[in-house]
């Protein structure tokens, strides 16, 4: 057993978490998309996260679609009182695997009761409006019009708690004049760091931040200060930009995902991971580095 006690707790809606959580994305195919190589690996990762101390699950009933919501119940159901289930509307998938909008009133219902019927859940504890006005992140737009919606169903008892996915300060606040929103899930991590002054609002109004791709997602961080601090500590890159979120803020919840037990023991232990100053001071220059270099003309 890996005791991650030391990442503290933080209030989730209604519940206090474990502040190192789980995310279930990668338990779906390649690209998110049709069902893992290996459904038994999948359940394990599952039962050992649980096991090991996470209540804090976050998923989607567009991850496959409906894959890892169907792997979830399986693997847990039913579930532990202590378990916050996170899952995420807005979104669907085409049949080639795109990412396609799902705002209407009608189509956020739907996926209401998709996500009810697949978990096996009579209410969905949280639920993140994920927002897709710009592909490559945040992008302003009014979010009135499917806030409402979601709103009307949490009314009805279907969803308890209500949070916002990929937006900016200005959708938060519209967002938080409709009803209240519990958690914001947005990418950051050591070198993607525009939302430093929007995490530091959240915190003085007790609103728990759930970043996504901690070393990059998609386009992995190369990092020689990261690799370095990493050898130094006898530690993995990931352990360490896991730890750095921790010390980061109060209020930051992590979801780091992985389809293998192995890599989940190595994401866990990040929670008993203690960065000296000097390695803070090393790992908080690589955002003014990266974007540095990103300025630098092309020889």
């Not at 993140?128 to 019009?145: D, W």
């Not at 958690?183 to 915190?203: F, G, M, P, S, T």
Request: proline fraction near 5%.
């Amino acid at each position: 057993m890996i005791d991650i006690s030391n990442a503290g707790t933080y209030k989730l809606a209604s519940h206090t978490v474990t502040r190192l959580g789980y995310g279930a994305m990668q338990l779906a195919g390649p690209g998110v998309f049709g069902p893992p190589p290996d459904r038994a690996a999948a359940l394990a990762v599952l039962r050992e996260a649980v096991a090991n101390g996470v209540d804090h699950i976050d998923t989607s009933d567009y991850y496959g679609p409906h894959v890892t919501n169907e792997i979830i119940r399986e693997a847990l159901h039913p579930y532990s009182k202590d378990l916050v289930i996170v899952t995420k509307l807005g979104a669907k998938r085409g049949a080639d695997g795109s990412w396609l909008p799902a705002f209407s009133a009608a189509e956020l219902e739907s996926a209401v009761h998709d996500n009810l019927r697949r978990l096996g859940l009579d209410a969905l504890s949280v639920v993140n409006l994920r927002l897709m006005f710009g592909i490559h992140g945040p992008a302003e737009g009014s979010i009135e019009e499917p806030l409402t919606a979601l709103a009307e169903l949490q009314r009805k008892g279907l969803v308890r708690h209500i949070g916002l996915s990929n937006v900016t300060h200005r959708q938060i606040e519209q967002g938080r004049a409709i009803t209240d929103i519990v958690c914001v899930q947005n990418q950051y991590n050591l070198a993607h760091r525009e939302d430093d002054a929007l995490i530091d609002h959240l915190a003085a109004v007790h609103i728990a931040y759930v970043p996504f791709f901690p070393l990059g997602g998609f386009t992995p961080l190369q990092s020689t200060a990261l690799s370095d601090v990493a050898k130094s500590l006898g530690a993995t890159a990931m352990q360490v930009a896991l730890a750095w979120l921790l010390h980061r803020s109060a209020n930051i919840l992590l979801i780091p995902g992985t389809s293998s037990v192995a890599h989940l023991h190595e994401n866990l232990a990040a929670a008993a991971l203690k960065l000296p100053r000097q390695a803070l001071s090393v790992l908080d220059r690589i955002a003014g580095d990266q974007a540095a270099a990103r300025r630098e003309p092309v020889q």
